[in-house]
């Protein structure tokens, strides 16, 4: 049972917007930025967004996040099928000393 | 471009100790801005922090994991490792190697808590 929420699977058609979602509580989201991976099985997972909605080198500008309260969103516009992947969110504990934690993880389905 | 490669044992038994190294290679493992570290994913489960070190040799654990976990740096050679004892096969998983962003914001008080490149990971098996 992971620390943050996550739907188990989001589907739309190439082209689309799709969201996915991530609960938390005030002891992780309330307490720090939100980060999200990009996961395709047999590869590194790669980091799309950090401190809630900032992109590294490289993402396009179709993923993006935010975060309001103990909740986080990405946000994917332009579907491709090669979205096709699982996404996590992550975040920080109630210190750094505490460690952090992560979703479960969302299957997204690019119809 | 910087990367990471694990490698290690893909089978360990039970009650043994799990080892594995992480090489960094096209960057210095000497940033004083990253620590290293280790996640690990149960089959069929989410992402779980094991720990972080920095290349200095400070730690940071997983408290639920701490009691078996070390971590250490070998800069010499680019490398961070990863020694988990007293295994069963409740750690069976993709272990992947990470580097890690960690820090406090002093402006709003939140905590910066991020990976920004991983390993492709490796399937450690715990079986007799």
């Known amino acids: 049972q992971s620390v943050l929420t996550q739907p188990p699977s989001v589907s739309a058609a190439p082209g689309q917007k799709v969201t996915i979602s991530c609960s938390g509580s005030?002891?992780?989201?309330?307490?720090?930025?939100v980060s999200w991976y990009q996961h395709l099985p047999g590869t590194a997972p790669k980091l799309l967004i950090y401190?809630?909605?900032k992109r590294p080198s490289g993402i396009p500008d179709r993923f993006s996040g935010s975060k309001s309260g103990t909740s986080a969103t990405l946000g994917i516009t332009g579907l491709q099928t090669g979205d096709e992947a699982v996404y996590y969110c992550g975040t920080g504990g109630t210190s750094l000393s505490a460690g952090g934690v992560f979703g479960g993880g969302t299957k997204l389905t690019v119809l | 471009q910087l990367q990471l490669q694990e490698s290690g044992p893909g089978l360990v038994k039970p009650s043994e100790t799990l080892s594995l190294t992480c090489t960094v290679s096209g960057g210095s493992i000497s940033s004083s801005t990253h620590y290293w570290g280790w996640i690990r994913q149960p089959p069929g489960k989410g992402f779980e922090w094991i720990g972080s070190?920095?290349?200095?040799?400070?730690?940071n654990y997983n408290p639920s994991l701490k009691s078996r976990v070390t971590m250490s740096v070998e800069s010499s050679k680019n490398q961070f490792s990863l020694k988990l004892t007293s295994v069963t096969a409740a750690d069976t998983a993709v272990y992947y190697c990470v580097r890690h962003v960690r820090d406090y914001d002093t402006f709003t008080g939140y905590l910066y808590w991020y990976f920004d490149l991983w390993g492709r990971g490796t399937l450690v098996t715990v079986s007799s």
């Open positions: 401190d809630n909605n």
């Open positions: 070190v920095y290349y200095t040799g400070g730690t």
């Open positions: 005030s002891s992780n989201i309330g307490n720090s930025y």
